[in-house]
């Protein structure tokens, strides 16, 4: 089991500096003290695999404060603890299910998860918000939600065409943590640090590995670059996730990049609303509102993920005049038919989120299982596009290995295929090769 060795990006549960420190550190606290610490995880009955929440009834949805499941999950491992704890996204942090011991004791493990767990060689660190456990199929190893935080063995096979980094982000970064791929848009890795880690992440090289921090030095070159540069209009922080940051680092960050007069937009790209909905706070919300135009790309994945507690959380943001867009990574088992994606646009759109971009999942090594052929991707946009909304219908794109950008997949820019490879020309004509025959 690979834990994460220095999980020092979150500001969770301490007083955070209002102006950053060089070289400043901010460990999540201890969980085993102060007022919000963990209560041991008791002993319980395994429960059956819940139900797809999915099916519930959205008006119903709108006004209750939880599902079925949550209750059910907080009842039986969290019996005393009160709302306002649980409600607590430093409590929900602090109190992340991290280890073997913990996930065995809420979930039926399979051989698979069991194996990859024990190993300490673990790609990626094992992290599940309790909110976001409760929403995980205790017996059944194959539901979505579930595959996509709990660990398998097939992480650990690297196919062909995989790559650590297949995007080609650190051969375009000027500064740690600073991507400049087009010429008018920086990406700045703000932390390494997520409350959920997603399996499948295309940054699992550096997520959790404790390698980028959020401290002022650092940043503040980044911030200098990005002032020296008056092409770049448009500045999207990610990591990791940002808002897991506390919010007074966080406005450090959002006020300094608005000083720059050339800097048009500000986006953020977070899967909080997902994993960790009790972090979009009435305070943090009114922060983020004095620094627009702000925009939000959210990582919604399937429609299960869209809980009245999501849905609150979305609907503070969008109140707050927050443009919201769902990047969605297409995976295999996960939601990679008409029915679940049509669910999931559907949902988005009730939460005022539209469905931005459909991803073709990056060849991150060890990624097979979670990688469908692009004509996967294809048939979904066939069986959306005059099915729904146009509002709906998501961008289909591959992110090109190589560096080259996203290429929205269609029949003008799929020139054909090289044996297991897919031929993409990207929005300079220039042709990328997608392999495309991992998984089928
Ligand atoms: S939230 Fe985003 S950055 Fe974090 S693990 Fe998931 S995909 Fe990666």
Known sequence: MHLETRPKAATCGKVVPTVLQAGDE???PDATTGPTAAKPVRPAPIPQSFPSLHVVRPSREKTARTTAQTRQFRNRFYPALPDKIWNDWRWQVQNRIRSLTQLEKMLNLSADERFALADSASRLPVGITPYYMSLISAGDSSQPLRRTVVPTVFEFVTGPGEADDPLGEEEQSPLPGLVHRYPDRVLLLVLDFCSTYCRYCTRSRVVGRGSIFPSRGRLEKAIDYIRSRP?????????????????????????????????????IGTKVPAVLPQRITPKLVRMLRKYHPLWMSLHFTHPDECTPEAFRACTALADAGIPLGSQTVLLKGINDSVAVMKSLVHRLMQMRVRPYYLYQCDPISGSAHFRTPVEAGLAILRGLRGFTSGYAVPTYVVDSPGGGGKIPVSPETVLGRDGEDLLLKNHHGNCFRYPDGAAD
Do not use: A, F, M, Y
């Open 26 to 28: 901010d460990d999540p």
């Open 231 to 267: 092409e770049i209009r448009d500045v999207l922080l990610s990591g990791g996730d940002p808002l897991t940051l506390g919010d007074d680092r966080l406005e450090w960050i959002l006020s300094r990049l608005r000083q720059i007069p050339h800097v048009e937009v500000i986006r």
